[in-house]
């Protein structure tokens, strides 16, 4: 009976020569669930996901795989078998899409019955069963990913590792290859950890995130911890919290507190003391902007705005307002059409109470 964590790290040291490339104390993958790895280049993303392949031996520390110390050659066979990887290049070879899938069947010695079920129904599973006799070198860049993607779910792995797998599609194979692969891992249940850059992806994909910074692990939680609850400041701007300010908890009643912010004082939940110098952090889709001052508004902090900067992003735009403190706010284009916005004009901005997440500042 093995536990509900399916990868387990302790005391986790990697090291290149004289650099440690990692030093994390403790990491777990549960079992069934989707954990994105994020965080800035170089903070050890798929240096972490090597050596939870059993491709990369650690320095020092202990690799758990089922509850089984990852200790000895029988150990790693065991993870290597029932692991794969798929890396941001598809790596095929020159040979048929079928013959690429099978690949790793082969490895394990399967009949051929076998591989062919095992194959068909990888094929099938990521829309390529038409693709099965090409070559491998005529393909596109989102079919030779489809492929490697077919190819690592064939083995039926308990654990699947994606390592950045997304970077070189263009829009609409990214969209569909995600989509597909969301569906897959929850119809399988198998346990995926992906090394991801882009936040979107990590929203569209990930159910646990977390977060690395110079080989450490800085926060790990469900996504909606990490993106609503960053533990520092460095994790609240890495998962796009655009309003970070600086202020001083003045009081403190009944769950709510009074910060102030250059001389304009915003109301939070929380219960740090008074006198307490803090973060607020606030997440731009929590922010409303209307053209007139709400009468009926259950949010506790309403300021007059003035817009200082217009900035299209995809399908909305982008706010930077002054409110006598800097706030940033998503707004769709029909509803910036709607108010009339234009860069200098003057508007409200409101937000709940509840809406702003507040971090110790130790400075």
Known sequence: MTGENIIHVKNLIVR?????????????VARGRILALIGPNGSGKSTLLLTLAGLLRPTSGQLFFQDTPVDNMASLDMLRRNAS??????????????KNVALGLKFRRLTGDETKKSVDEALNYFGISHLAKRSA?????????RVSLARAF????QLILLDE????????SWEAITDDLRNILAETKITAVLALHDREETLRLAQDVTVLSNGKSIQSGNTTQIFNHPANEFVANFVGTESILEGVVETIATGLMEISINRKVIEASGDFSAGQKVYCCLRPENIIVSKELPEKISA???FEAKVQKIIRQGFFYKLMLDCGFPLVAYITMPSCEDLGLCE?????ASFKATAVHVIRRKK
């Open 16 to 28: 290149r020569g004289p650099v440690t490339v990692l030093d994390i104390s403790d990491f777990k």
């Open 85 to 98: 990887v798929v890396f941001q290049e598809p790596l095929l070879l020159n040979d048929t899409v079928y």
């Open 137 to 145: 070198k005529t393909l596109s860049g989102g079919e030779a990913k």
């Open 154 to 157: 064939a083995i039926k792995p």
């Open 165 to 172: 797998a997304f970077n070189s599609l263009d829009p609409p």
């Open 300 to 302: 506790r902090n309403v």
């Open 344 to 348: 200098g004009a003057t508007m409200f």
